[in-house]
């Protein structure tokens, strides 16, 4: 039987460890109420420190928020410890979930893995703790069957069977795509020579050099080959990497990125359709109204069409312009329409491009605005006979940038529009239909010989040449008194104002002849005496060799 102090001593002790055990009691249902506060705390900025749990080199989810004071990372690696140590120990490895009040926890063969807060959840992507858990479940299942797989010896084998299987397919597709380029490349160089050299022969190395245009047009022949090669290549280390369990997430990425980008550049096409049909359909109105254009203009320049405002000179730059004009709003409307007009790389494009036309540009539409003045003024046209500077000839082309003459001495002259428009032209064709292009000679002639005798003489010579128009006459005019002599002028008129320079060729051998005719020496008496007979040349000495009857 006890006593009194050792019933004392039992009951103490009793009471102590039911004290202890409430203690731990009321820890235990106070912990998940902790914690979860604590997790609404962290929650109050989720993603800061977001971690991605990946196992087996295969990404699970995204950690966003900590729980019970462990970060993401924390959450993580304890996430992978877990899971290596159950599939350790081996057995069924199902997966599972159960709603928590926190989130929703993933089970391994009913031990707990992991929880999916509701945290870790993206709501501006329309994530949920229960979508989040089940795509977890998915991807660790996957990388459950992984691990498995990268231990058993027979299904490494296989693996490495098949890359060698790969690789030899690949060597073999390499060496035939390598053997139809080494094929088909000469016989197109051959063709592509023997057609250049039938239809222009020398075309392609001069214009192209010593490449020629056979190699050019290999080129993208080449090209072709390379890029065949290289997705040979990317897809058979995709293929390979998948293959083997642990990298066959990074052959599922390159896979999936050809095919995103296939798909992206495919659907980019089907959605350009539309607007490629839309410019297509603005292209073809265009080339309508240019041939409108182009049959209207050609009706003018052939004399079926008159109209005021325009005649056949001035057909052809304004047919021009009227085009160019056109076809600019037609790009200006397609241009929105046109696939990647509103990338960034084509608006810098352009911005390139017009930096370049507004810099390089300025002279060229200096010259074209003078070519415009040029035409619409009608100070020149086509077949003109004209002197711009010292320059003689007959206008060939009237331009937008330049002008071109065509010399007496056959010689053709491009002259810039802008040097004509600041220059003095002289036009000797517009006035040439009333009356014939005028054209003078000058002659002095000494006091001593009658001024009647000269003028009649030179109409002797005027008439007598074969190539002056008789209407208007010819003229003399005495010109100037000089000190010793008088100076007559004669005028003439040709119709042909190319004919300038064999007019005055044989008016000046006519006169030659007619003041030796009368008597009459041609010499300006800048001398202090006379000779002590005329300076004449005899009839019969006329026609003194070289010179012919």
């Not at 350009?272 to 049909?277: F, T």
């Not at 930096?355 to 077949?383: D, E, F």
């Not at 010689?411 to 517009?430: D, G, H, K, Q």
Request: charged share 20%; proline share 5%.
């Amino acid at each position: 039987m006890l006593s009194r102090g050792q019933l004392r001593k039992r009951s103490g002790g009793a009471w102590a460890a039911l004290a202890c055990l409430m203690f731990l009691s009321m820890a235990a249902w106070t912990q998940p109420a902790l914690a979860q506060a604590g997790e609404a705390a962290q929650d109050a900025a989720p993603g800061l420190d977001a971690v991605d749990l990946t196992i087996a080199n295969r990404r699970i989810f995204t950690m966003r928020s900590h729980a019970s004071g462990a970060s993401p990372a924390d959450r993580a690696w304890a996430v992978r410890e877990r899971v290596d140590l159950l599939v350790e120990r081996g057995g069924p490895l199902e997966l599972s979930t159960r709603e928590v009040p926190e989130g929703v926890a993933v089970l391994l063969d009913g031990n707990f893995v992991f929880r999916v807060l509701h945290a870790d959840a993206d709501p501006e992507a329309g994530e949920t703790a229960k979508t989040v858990a089940a795509e977890a479940v998915r991807n660790l299942s996957q990388s459950i069957d992984e691990i498995r797989e990268s231990r058993d010896a027979h299904a490494m084998l296989i693996a490495a069977g098949y890359t060698v299987l790969a690789t030899l397919v690949l060597v073999a597709l390499l060496w035939l795509l390598r053997r139809g380029y080494a094929w088909l490349a000469p016989r197109l160089r051959e063709f592509v020579d023997r057609r250049s050299a039938t239809i222009a022969p020398g075309w392609g190395s001069d214009v192209v050099g010593r490449v020629g245009l056979p190699q050019l047009v290999v080129m993208p022949l080449r090209l072709l080959a390379w890029i065949v090669a290289l997705l040979l290549v990317y897809e058979w280390l995709g293929l390979v990497l998948g293959f083997f369990p642990y990298t066959r997430p990074w052959g599922e990425t390159l896979l999936g990125s050809l095919l995103d980008a296939l798909g992206g550049f495919g659907m980019g096409i089907l959605r350009a359709v539309p607007d490629l049909l839309f410019v297509f359909l603005i292209f073809v109105v265009t080339r309508f109204i240019v041939r409108v254009v182009r049959v209207f203009f050609d009706g003018v320049r052939s004399g079926r069409v008159h109209v005021g405002w325009v005649d056949e000179t001035t057909a052809r730059p304004t047919e021009r312009l009227l085009t160019a004009i056109i076809w600019l709003f037609a790009l200006v409307a397609a241009y929105p329409y046109l696939p990647g007009s509103g990338s960034e790389a084509f608006k810098g494009i352009g911005v390139f491009v017009g930096l370049m036309l507004s810099i390089g540009a300025s002279g060229v539409v200096n010259q074209a605005v003078s070519g415009l003045m040029l035409m619409y003024t009608r100070a020149l046209r086509p077949g003109e006979f004209v002197q711009i500077g010292d320059t003689e000839g007959t206008v060939t082309s009237v331009g937008f940038l330049a002008t071109r003459i065509e010399t007496l001495r056959h010689e053709l002259i491009n002259i810039p529009n802008s040097v004509i428009a600041s220059t003095v032209t002289r036009n000797y064709s517009r006035l040439a239909g009333e009356g014939g292009v005028r054209l003078l000679t000058k002659l002095t002639i000494g006091y001593d010989t009658p001024w009647r005798q000269v003028q009649a003489m030179l109409q002797i010579a005027a008439e007598r040449t074969s190539v002056i128009a008789k209407d208007p006459p010819p003229r003399v005019l005495q010109t100037a008194l000089q000190d010793f002599y008088v100076e007559y002028t004669l005028l003439v008129s040709v119709t042909d104002p190319a004919q300038k320079f064999v007019a005055l060729n044989e008016l000046h051998g006519h006169i030659q002849d007619v003041f030796n005719e009368y008597g009459v020496q041609i010499m300006s008496p800048n001398y202090v005496a006379d000779p002590a007979g005329p300076k004449l040349v005899a009839k019969e000495q006329w026609f003194e060799a070289p010179a012919a009857k």
